[in-house]
Every structure is written in structure tokens, then in C-alpha cells.
């Protein structure tokens, strides 16, 4: 079975300062995505970032960047410049795929300080 | 604005009450989700369906129906409700095209209390 973690409940980073947020997962598959979501206190899901199993090439999105490292099936979050507005649960999250199977972790709280 | 729209935003039910979530998505997207988000956890997979009159069992279906009769429409039944399903619902969709996933979008979810 497919699981994910995050072993960091929570993080605090110093505004315009870089926090990493680790996230861990298995699974017997070749083909899959990977993703981070923001939940900030307004509920709403917010995908900050995809990663495609089969591209090599780390994402990037802005500030936000992955360190994918599929043999040791690791998924890192980095964050530049941390702003007051990242304040926010982050999830990791794992889509087979087949599309048929979403499985997240039990996220990590990240405060950034002023 | 297109998106995915939940209604109601909060309900209290009582033990052994009935009600239908509801979920529409306006961007014509062929697969569409429903999570649940219990308390400082993750978002788990309750059904999925990737077409007009084709759902299929997510992670934790029990005490939960759901029905895909149109493209834009995707309903979570809850039966007998239970205050194990004291939980945020979330909705989402998205398109796959050639194989690849597009466009995931959530709702904003629906907060339900059992009492």
C-alpha cells in the first residue's frame, strides 16, 4: 500500500529566510505524480507544486522548489524567501498513476516569523 | 468564477440523519473526488469518478454513497450519519488528457458536525 510522510508536525521559519519541509512515501510504482498543497487557514486547498515521476528535471514554481529523489522515494519542499502569506499547512500528497489512488500525509505546519 | 463549488459550507446533523453533499464543477473536467479531513490530518479519498455514470470505491467508502449522472455533478450521500463522520468534506476535479493529469482543483469544502 501507498503511504506518505511527514515527519516534521510542525516548522518555524524567519521571514526572507529558506525552510525545507520533508516528505517521504511508498509505493511498488513506476508512473505516479507527486504534489505539495497548501491549506491555509481559510480551508481552501491550494497546489503549490506537481512533480511528474518520470521527468528527472526537479520542479520549480517561483519561490517554491522539490528535490525529488525517486530511489530513496523522497519528495523535499524548499521555500525561498519565506513571506508572512506561507503561513499555512502543507501537505504532501501521492496520485498513482492511474489516477485512482490520492493518498496524503498528515502535514506540517509552517509558521513564518517577521 | 469556473471552479469547483460545495454547498452547503457547514451542516449539524443529527445521529442517524441523512443529507447529499453537493459538488459542481464547471470546467468540463472528466474526473472528479471526494475527501474527508479529519483533525490534523491529511485528506483521504472516500470515491472518484472518472465519468458520466462510472464511480469506483476510494480508500474509506463505508457510510457514504455517491452518483455521477452528469459531467458537472458529483453528490456524496451520507446515510444514518455517525459521529465518526464528523469530518471536513472535501470535493475536487480534474482532467486527464493522453494520460496526464491537468488542472487538479479542490472546492472549499464542507464542514459537518454529528451530533
Known amino acids: 500500500a501507498q503511504t506518505v510522510t511527514q515527519s516534521q508536525p510542525e516548522m518555524s521559519v524567519q521571514e526572507a529566510e529558506t525552510v525545507t519541509l520533508s516528505c517521504t512515501y511508498d509505493t511498488s510504482e513506476n508512473n505516479y505524480y507527486l504534489f505539495w498543497y497548501k491549506q491555509p487557514p481559510s480551508r481552501q486547498m491550494i497546489l503549490v507544486i506537481r512533480q511528474e515521476a518520470y521527468k528527472q528535471q526537479n520542479a520549480t514554481e517561483n519561490r517554491f522548489s522539490v528535490n525529488f529523489q525517486k530511489a530513496a522515494k523522497s519528495f523535499s519542499l524548499k521555500i525561498s524567501d519565506s513571506q508572512l502569506g506561507d503561513t499555512a499547512m502543507y501537505f504532501c500528497a501521492f496520485m498513482s498513476g492511474n489516477f485512482n489512488k490520492f493518498y496524503f500525509g498528515s502535514g506540517t505546519k509552517l509558521n513564518v516569523k517577521p | 468564477n469556473a471552479g469547483v463549488t460545495q454547498t452547503p459550507k457547514f451542516r449539524i446533523l443529527k445521529i442517524g440523519q441523512s443529507m447529499t453533499l453537493q459538488c459542481t464543477q464547471d470546467?468540463?473536467?472528466?474526473?472528479m473526488y471526494w475527501y474527508r479531513q479529519d483533525p490534523g490530518m491529511g485528506l483521504k479519498l472516500i470515491y472518484y469518478s472518472v465519468g458520466a455514470g462510472i464511480t469506483d470505491k476510494g480508500e474509506v467508502p463505508n457510510g457514504y454513497n455517491v452518483s455521477r449522472s452528469t459531467t458537472e455533478d458529483f453528490p456524496l450521500r451520507l446515510e444514518l450519519a455517525a459521529p465518526s463522520q464528523t469530518s471536513v468534506y472535501f470535493c475536487a476535479s480534474s482532467t486527464v488528457t493522453l494520460g496526464v493529469i491537468y488542472g487538479y482543483t479542490f472546492g472549499s469544502g464542507t464542514r459537518l458536525t454529528v451530533v
Open positions: 470546467m468540463n473536467h472528466n474526473y
